[in-house]
């Protein structure tokens, strides 16, 4: 019971921080998108997704293992955390190394290469505080990292947006990223020595890195797979199609990636009870993973169907020149569901030494992405990347439950009529939102929405009060 109240509690702290988080993310967005417009928006955004696919090199799975680790055997922390942070200098300078000999190569202009050389300094430092936090996650503590979380996008907001006030312009914001990205990393070395004790040396055990280095293989696989998946079809759209189009599909983009942190912030709390599991108890361990689609079932749906509805207002809070984005918005946000059940569907397969699994799924489906980026792109620009999005997410869901039931004992019919029950208060929610859209304003539909469909989910029997309870349980301190 003690897991269960820590998944709780965990789930609690790191939902309603990144709850915070991605509101002020998704305020700076917007802020962004009014001063610059699609095009510098695009190379804003390329400059991120191409730093963000080779920071998958600088940790190479590690912080993975090392979370789990920690969570089986709390005593060797210090270790494992010297290790992987020697391990992780080297990786750091070849990353570096690769971005600018792709950048020469690229023939981008002279405002998007700087752009680039900015992001880079955030990959570095942003690697290193994620390892970081890994050690302090496998003591199922995210309260530090919650605070954190807040902390660096409140960085971002006043830096960048201070920028953009003073007439520094793209470059200046994009500057905010490593300005809040070292004081992220501070903040994470604090926590780990000051409040867990743990040693920050650098450490040199050859045999142990080697060790590591093959534990780790499935993660950096599924890591590289995954980055590639994920940011690839923005670079290919820069350079298929040009940073407006890039511009107009971050709208969608943005929306889907900040919405993640529900998904995230669940798994973040479940995966080392998971690994705990699979270790002492195989029945709570097939529990807690219906468990888990459960919750974020009720959670994806509604947004799904209020999405469509108000895809129009929210192209609307951005200046003109973003109308483009409704069409790819009301595809990708399809792909929400099927994004939001793979993450539990990942922390089985890695909590349970599946690793290769998940790796061979996420191969498959960085493989399919690019064939189809390279096919839709060219005809349909930032439509067709949505379209992609949609199709390769229904396909790792299919290959992640193929790959469970191996696993476990999975009682699909469970998830069902939870998942039924969400989708009737959902579409009656969607009904209440279109026929309002052209009197309220976005926000107060948003809240109106929410508000409905929980009072109808409730009714449906989709959740207890006993459901209701446990969560605001889980925000009291002992």
Request: aromatic share 12%; glycine share 8%; charged share 10%.
């Given at each position: 019971?003690n897991?269960?109240?820590?998944?709780a509690k965990?789930t609690?702290?790191?939902?309603?921080?990144l709850i915070?988080q991605?509101?002020?993310?998704f305020?700076?967005?917007?802020l962004l998108?009014?001063?610059?417009?699609?095009a510098d928006m695009?190379r804003y955004?390329?400059?991120i997704?191409?730093?963000?696919?080779f920071?998958v090199?600088i940790?190479?799975?590690?912080?993975?293992?090392?979370?789990?680790e920690?969570?089986?055997?709390p005593?060797?922390a210090?270790?494992?955390?010297?290790?992987?942070?020697?391990?992780k200098?080297?990786?750091?300078?070849?990353?570096?190394?690769?971005?600018?000999v792709?950048v020469a190569?690229?023939?981008?202009?002279?405002?998007?290469?700087l752009?680039?050389?900015i992001?880079c300094?955030?990959m570095?430092?942003?690697?290193?505080?994620?390892?970081?936090?890994?050690?302090?996650?496998?003591?199922?503590?995210?309260?530090y990292?919650?605070?954190?979380?807040?902390l660096?996008?409140?960085a971002?907001?006043?830096?960048?947006?201070?920028?953009?006030?003073l007439?520094?312009?793209?470059?200046?914001?994009?500057a905010?990223?490593?300005?809040?990205?070292?004081?992220?990393?501070?903040?994470s070395?604090?926590?780990a020595?000051?409040?867990?004790?743990?040693?920050?040396?650098?450490?040199i055990e050859?045999?142990?890195?080697?060790?590591?280095?093959?534990?780790?293989w499935?993660?950096?696989?599924?890591g590289?797979?995954?980055?590639?998946?994920?940011?690839?079809?923005?670079?290919?759209?820069?350079?298929l199609?040009?940073?407006?189009?890039?511009?107009l599909y971050q709208?969608?983009f943005k929306i889907i990636f900040?919405?993640?942190?529900?998904?995230?912030?669940?798994?973040?709390?479940?995966?080392?009870?998971?690994?705990?599991?699979?270790?002492?108890?195989?029945q709570?361990?097939?529990i807690?993973?219906?468990?888990?689609?459960?919750?974020?079932?009720?959670?994806?749906l509604?947004?799904?169907?209020?999405?469509?509805?108000?895809?129009?207002?929210i192209?609307?809070?951005?200046?003109s020149?973003?109308?483009g984005?409704?069409l790819?918005?009301?595809?990708?946000?399809?792909?929400l569901?099927?994004?939001?059940?793979n993450?539990?569907i990942?922390?089985l397969?890695?909590?349970?030494?599946?690793?290769g699994k998940?790796?061979?799924?996420?191969?498959?489906?960085?493989?399919?992405?690019?064939?189809?980026?390279?096919?839709?792109?060219?005809?349909w620009?930032?439509?067709?990347?949505?379209?992609?999005?949609?199709?390769?997410?229904?396909?790792?869901t299919?290959?992640g439950?193929f790959?469970?039931?191996?696993?476990?004992?999975?009682r699909?019919?469970?998830n069902?009529?939870?998942?039924?029950?969400?989708?009737?208060a959902s579409?009656l929610?969607?009904?209440?939102?279109?026929?309002?859209?052209d009197?309220?304003?976005?926000?107060?539909?948003?809240g109106?929405?929410?508000?409905?469909?929980?009072?109808?989910?409730?009714?449906l029997?989709g959740f207890r009060?006993?459901?209701v309870?446990?969560?605001?349980?889980?925000?009291k301190?002992?």
């Amino acid at each position: 019971m003690n897991k269960i109240h820590n998944i709780a509690k965990n789930t609690s702290y790191l939902t309603l921080a990144l709850i915070i988080q991605k509101v002020i993310s998704f305020t700076y967005f917007i802020l962004l998108a009014r001063f610059l417009g699609p095009a510098d928006m695009g190379r804003y955004y390329l400059a991120i997704s191409l730093t963000t696919i080779f920071s998958v090199f600088i940790d190479l799975g590690l912080t993975n293992v090392l979370t789990r680790e920690v969570a089986k055997r709390p005593e060797t922390a210090s270790r494992w955390l010297g290790n992987i942070l020697t391990l992780k200098l080297p990786l750091s300078l070849l990353s570096v190394l690769g971005v600018l000999v792709l950048v020469a190569l690229s023939g981008y202009d002279e405002t998007t290469r700087l752009l680039i050389y900015i992001s880079c300094v955030s990959m570095v430092l942003d690697s290193f505080t994620g390892t970081v936090f890994g050690a302090v996650r496998g003591f199922h503590n995210l309260k530090y990292e919650s605070i954190a979380s807040i902390l660096f996008q409140l960085a971002v907001l006043v830096f960048g947006y201070g920028a953009l006030l003073l007439g520094g312009g793209l470059v200046w914001a994009m500057a905010a990223l490593p300005i809040a990205s070292f004081f992220n990393l501070a903040y994470s070395l604090v926590v780990a020595s000051r409040r867990l004790r743990l040693g920050l040396a650098f450490l040199i055990e050859r045999s142990f890195m080697v060790e590591l280095i093959r534990i780790s293989w499935p993660f950096a696989l599924y890591g590289i797979f995954q980055r590639i998946y994920t940011y690839l079809d923005t670079v290919l759209l820069s350079f298929l199609a040009g940073a407006e189009a890039v511009g107009l599909y971050q709208v969608a983009f943005k929306i889907i990636f900040a919405l993640q942190f529900l998904p995230l912030a669940f798994t973040a709390s479940l995966y080392p009870a998971l690994s705990s599991y699979w270790q002492s108890n195989r029945q709570q361990l097939a529990i807690s993973f219906e468990r888990a689609i459960n919750y974020l079932t009720i959670i994806s749906l509604p947004i799904i169907v209020g999405t469509v509805a108000l895809a129009e207002k929210i192209s609307l809070l951005l200046k003109s020149g973003f109308e483009g984005s409704v069409l790819p918005l009301r595809i990708s946000i399809f792909a929400l569901f099927f994004i939001f059940i793979n993450f539990p569907i990942g922390s089985l397969l890695n909590a349970c030494d599946r690793q290769g699994k998940n790796t061979l799924n996420m191969g498959i489906v960085a493989g399919l992405s690019i064939v189809l980026n390279l096919l839709l792109i060219p005809r349909w620009q930032a439509v067709g990347a949505s379209l992609t999005v949609l199709i390769t997410n229904i396909v790792m869901t299919g290959l992640g439950i193929f790959w469970a039931k191996r696993i476990i004992t999975y009682r699909g019919r469970n998830n069902l009529k939870v998942g039924l029950k969400s989708l009737l208060a959902s579409l009656l929610m969607g009904a209440l939102i279109f026929m309002g859209r052209d009197y309220l304003n976005i926000f107060a539909l948003v809240g109106l929405g929410a508000a409905v469909y929980f009072l109808l989910l409730f009714w449906l029997g989709g959740f207890r009060r006993a459901d209701v309870d446990s969560v605001l349980a889980s925000f009291k301190l002992k």
